[in-house]
Every structure is written in structure tokens, then in C-alpha cells.
């Protein structure tokens, strides 16, 4: 039975027409039935991006770069906490934009790259940066090592000009990216310090390792782009703690939720008049308060290892970072399996299953199935292109990164990385044991054979971080002579003590003059007073003093014959 007055019928035949027509009629038909409005959605969002990418283009054409080579002195005792203070100094370069500046100007905030170089095994230290920070770069080095040699040297990549597919060349390259989302911490230098004797096991040392082992025609360049990060980084972070922890998310309220909520919320004041309670949800409020988070000390351990590591990254100053690498050399020399493996080997040790860690992102120069060799020099090519630009927008874009993370990946290393690096030949020779059986195969060697063998050949290579040597500073420093980074230096502490942030080098060494001749003296006093006490005596005094017979035989009796022979030798009766 139809209820309504009138009959509604629905006619579809359009649409059968409408589909039985070429596809251009079709287009157009839409288009100007409201089609067109779409378009124009479409059309100005993408001329909007290309205004903003134009504008920012040119305000990337006016800025200055220049590179700094760090030498640190050979008996660095800092940690990896002095690179941290110096990368919170830099967060001081952070510019407060506002939209029209990020927009019309096409400002954006400027970034460091810190790179780690090993040109043939001898490894360097550089800072990138821009022009305007040179002065806020190097009082925040020299603040930490006084004694640090900062030098200009031009863009080591900038006489490579390769293009892929070469028949001389090869590289391997890609951005590393986070394993987990980036409020997750990975492993910072904090967790390699030893709990019982409070030895740091620099993790740098497996890096230097594998980058000192390349020989001549082969490169490793390691790279670390950072711009300090603008402020609500922080948001993200503690979003997931709270979902960690149990605890809600507070709504807002609409409006009517609000007019709804205003009969109850007066029956509830009513009720609490009245009865002394409230009438509605009585008993509720404190079953859900109790219910709506959990103790942290109640989590379960990997829970509250992610709350802590959480909390703690995002309590820092954090920059916006993009870590890459890039192993690059001639083809007949080009060994992958060290190159790549052993430095993702090393890199493996920041990672945490639990919490953060790094693996290469999708811009790596791999490629699989169809048309895979080109697609593979165009990678290659285009990660080449990437590293010389700086270029810290690709594949994943920047992600956040503390500046504890960041002394992680890029410190000086600890005094006791150094020693295998710079010397490895010197070793502790001892005769053998006597006693210790000896094979009638094994050829003895004189001493001069032997030394022959642990003394390295004329000529041989023995690669060390550049800390004494000048090789990669001969090869692209601007000034050879270092007349001119020296003047800056001299400038630059002389400023820094003024201000108070180093102390007087004469002050402190007067005072230790004077103090070591007032103790040179002392000593002199006390020698020449035992010599006046001593210059008298008498056989029998020094009769006294020695060690009686019987006891030296008492001793003798009592000794373990076998206590001065190594343990496990065999024993001839």
C-alpha cells in the first residue's frame, strides 16, 4: 500500500548513455556539471607547493656553506657529554619562523651536517655549516677542546664527478632510517658504560675500525644532517607514554555535549544537597580514576624501559637529523662485504629491539626486477647527488633526534679507541715460559727474525685517525700554511676567556710553577734533613735492619715451588 501521495521513479537511463560515450565526453560532462570545482581544488594546492618550493629555492641560492675539519688533541679523556653540550650550543642557531616568513620569503630553518671521512683509511672529523654560524660552531668546539685545531678545508666531494653506470668507479649508499616511530630513543652512549668498573665502551671504536681498514682508491663517508627542531616536538612523545601508561586521552567537550551534560551535572548537585552523593554515576568517578592509568613501577619491563627511553629523549634539546651512508671506491678494489656489511655491523650496535635503531631506507641504491640495472644507476646516481647537496629531505625526510642521540653517532673518540688505530705494531715481547713443550715442526726463529716480523716495512700504510698527520688537511685545506686558522683560533679563546668560559692558560700555569717549586723545595728540605738524621750510624744498625737468616730460610720453606711457574705446564721428574 502506498502511503504517499505521489510516485517517485528514478531514471538511470543517463547513466547508460552517459557510458556508451567516448571517454573525453564523458570528462567534460562532469566537468561542467560541478566537476570543474575539483580541478580547481587540485590546481591551486599544487601552485600553491611550487610557490612555496620556488621561493625557498632562492633563499637556498643565498646561503654560504664552509667546511671544518676537527682535530682533537691524541689524550682526549671527554666523553661523548662534551660533543652533547656542544650540539646543545648549536640548538642556540634555531630561527623563529613565522608563516610569512616560511611561505612568501621561503625561509626555512638552515642545518649542520657532521661528517665522519675515511679517504684511503685516514679518517677525518668535518662540520658543515652555515657561514653565519662559523663563529657559534667553533666557540662551542674550542669551549669543550681548548686544544682542538679547526681548519677550512674545501668540499672533499667535490671533485667527484661521476656518472653511473662507470666502468671505473662503484658505490653503495643509503639513508638510514628509524626501525620504530621516532620518539623511540635508540642506544645511547649511556648504555655502554660498564655497571661494575665504570669503563666506557666507546662504541665508536667498531667504526673507526671498519673505516681505517679501506685501503688506497676506496671512501667512507658517514653523515649526519641536523637543523634544531621547533618547539611541540614533545607532543608525539608523551602522547604515546599516556597510551603506554593507561591513561586516557582528554576530550574536549562539544557544545552539545555540554548542553547535555548540564541536566545531569544539576541532578548531581542536587543529589549531593540532599542525599550527599551524587545521584547519577555514584561510585564511578573513583573506580575510573583508579582504572585509568597504571604504576609505572607495575609495567611490564619492556613497557617501562619504551616510558623511560620516551621521557628521556623527549626531556632533551632534539634536532631534526637524516643519517646516511655512502661507500664508494674503484671497482677493483671495491669490497662490499667491509665497505657495507662491516659498517652496518657496526651501526647495528645503536639499535634496540625494544626501543629504536636504524636500517637503510627505501632510497637505497638497490633495485629488483624489471629494468633493475637502470633503476639502479639512477639510485645510484641520485644518492651520490644527495650526499654532495646535503640534502636531509629525502626518502623519510629528517626525523627527530635528541642530542644525546646525536653524540652517539658522531663524537671524538675516547683515548682508549685510539691506541689500535694509531699504533698497532707495538706489542709486549717475553720469553716463553720454561718448560713449555715445544714442537719439532715449528721452525725457531733468531731475534732478528723475530723483530723483522713485528717491524712494519718502509713504505706500508698504517691507517690512523687524522690526529698528527696532516693528510687530508695537505689535500683541501684553503690555507696550507694554517697561519690563518691559527689567527682564528688565538681570536676566538682569547674572546672565550674574557667572557669566562675558559680559564687563563698563564694564570694556570704560573700557579703550577709556583706550587711545583714550593713542593721541589719541600722535598729538598725533607732530602737534606734525612741526610743529617743518617749521617750517622754504625754496623750494628745496619746488622739490625736486615733480614736474619732463619727467617729467610723459614720463608723459603714455606713458598709454593710451583707459584712462580705458569699454571698447566707439564713437570719432568
Known amino acids: 500500500m502506498n502511503m504517499l501521495p505521489f510516485e517517485i521513479t528514478l531514471d538511470w537511463s543517463w547513466v547508460y548513455n552517459l557510458g556508451s560515450q567516448p571517454f573525453h565526453v564523458i570528462l567534460w560532462h562532469f566537468f561542467v556539471n560541478g566537476g570543474w570545482v575539483l580541478f580547481l581544488v587540485v590546481g591551486l594546492w599544487g601552485a600553491w607547493h611550487n610557490f612555496v618550493y620556488w621561493r625557498q629555492s632562492i633563499y637556498s641560492a643565498k646561503q654560504s656553506y664552509i667546511f671544518l675539519a676537527i682535530d682533537i688533541p691524541k689524550e682526549n679523556l671527554q666523553t661523548p657529554k662534551a660533543v652533547e653540550n656542544i650540539f646543545t650550543a648549536l640548538a642556540g642557531s634555531q630561527q623563529p619562523l613565522d608563516w610569512h616568513e616560511l611561505t612568501f620569503k621561503g625561509n626555512f630553518q638552515l642545518s649542520y651536517s657532521f661528517e665522519i671521512v675515511s679517504i684511503d683509511g685516514f679518517i677525518q672529523y668535518l662540520i658543515r655549516t652555515p657561514v653565519q654560524f662559523r663563529n657559534l660552531v667553533e666557540a662551542a668546539v674550542y669551549g669543550q677542546y681548548p686544544e682542538a685545531e679547526i681548519t677550512e678545508v674545501e668540499d672533499y666531494t667535490a671533485d667527484i664527478n661521476v656518472n653511473f653506470p662507470s666502468d671505473e668507479y662503484n658505490i653503495w ?3 638510514l632510517v628509524f626501525t620504530n616511530k621516532e620518539y623511540h630513543p635508540i642506544k645511547t652512549y649511556i648504555s655502554f658504560k660498564e655497571e661494575l668498573d665504570s669503563e666506557f665502551k666507546d662504541p665508536m671504536a667498531a667504526v673507526l675500525e671498519v673505516m681505517s681498514a679501506i685501503g688506497p682508491g676506496e671512501q667512507i663517508w658517514l653523515q649526519l644532517i641536523a637543523a634544531p627542531a621547533s618547539i611541540g616536538w614533545e607532543k608525539e612523545g608523551f602522547k604515546e607514554v599516556d597510551k603506554l601508561m593507561g591513561v586516557k586521552a582528554k576530550s574536549k567537550p562539544s557544545i552539545l555535549g555540554k548542553i547535555l551534560d548540564a541536566p545531569i551535572a544539576f541532578l548531581n548537585l542536587f543529589g549531593e544537597q540532599i542525599i550527599g552523593q551524587p545521584v547519577l554515576g555514584m561510585g564511578e568517578a573513583v573506580e575510573e580514576k583508579a582504572a585509568d592509568s597504571r604504576f609505572l613501577d607495575m609495567l611490564p619491563p619492556v613497557e617501562k624501559m619504551r616510558v623511560d627511553g620516551i621521557v628521556n629523549k623527549v626531556d632533551k634539546v632534539c634536532f631534526k637529523g637524516k643519517y646516511r651512508l655512502v661507500y664508494f671506491g674503484k671497482r677493483d678494489v671495491f669490497k662490499k662485504g667491509l665497505g657495507v656489511s662491516g659498517m652496518m655491523g657496526a651501526i647495528k650496535q645503536y639499535g634496540s629491539t625494544a626501543l629504536n635503531g636504524f636500517k637503510p631506507g627505501k632510497n637505497k641504491t638497490q633495485a629488483k626486477l624489471a629494468f633493475k640495472n637502470s633503476r639502479l644507476h639512477i639510485k645510484q646516481n641520485a644518492i651520490l647527488e644527495n650526499f654532495k647537496s646535503r640534502n636531509g629531505d629525502t626518502c623519510d625526510g629528517k626525523q627527530l633526534m635528541s642530542v644525546e642521540e646525536l653524540a652517539t653517532l658522531f663524537h671524538f673518540p675516547h683515548i682508549e679507541v685510539r691506541a689500535p688505530l694509531v699504533k698497532r705494531t707495538e706489542s709486549r715481547r717475553s720469553r716463553a715460559p720454561i718448560g713449555l713443550p715445544i714442537s719439532e715442526d715449528v721452525p725457531v726463529l733468531e731475534d732478528s727474525e723475530a723483530e723483522d716480523l713485528e717491524t712494519p716495512k718502509v713504505g706500508d700504510k698504517v691507517p690512523v685517525v687524522d690526529y698528527d698527520n696532516d693528510y687530508f688537511e695537505q689535500r683541501f685545506a684553503k690555507d696550507k700554511t694554517g697561519k690563518t686558522d691559527k ?23 704560573d700557579e703550577s710553577e709556583i706550587k711545583s717549586h714550593d713542593d721541589s723545595a719541600k722535598d729538598t728540605d725533607e732530602i737534606n ?3 743529617d738524621d743518617n749521617s750517622s750510624f754504625d754496623e750494628e744498625s745496619i746488622r739490625k735492619d736486615r733480614p736474619q737468616k732463619e ?4 720463608i723459603d720453606s ?9 699454571g698447566g705446564l707439564p713437570f719432568v721428574d
Open 173 to 175: 649508499g643509503a639513508d
Open 487 to 509: 689567527a682564528r683560533k688565538a681570536k676566538i679563546i682569547k674572546e672565550l676567556k674574557e667572557k669566562g668560559a675558559l680559564p687563563d692558560a698563564e694564570t694556570v700555569s
Open 551 to 554: 727467617d729467610v730460610e723459614k
Open 529 to 531: 734533613k734525612a741526610d
Open 558 to 566: 714455606e713458598k709454593d715451588p710451583s707459584a712462580d711457574l705458569p
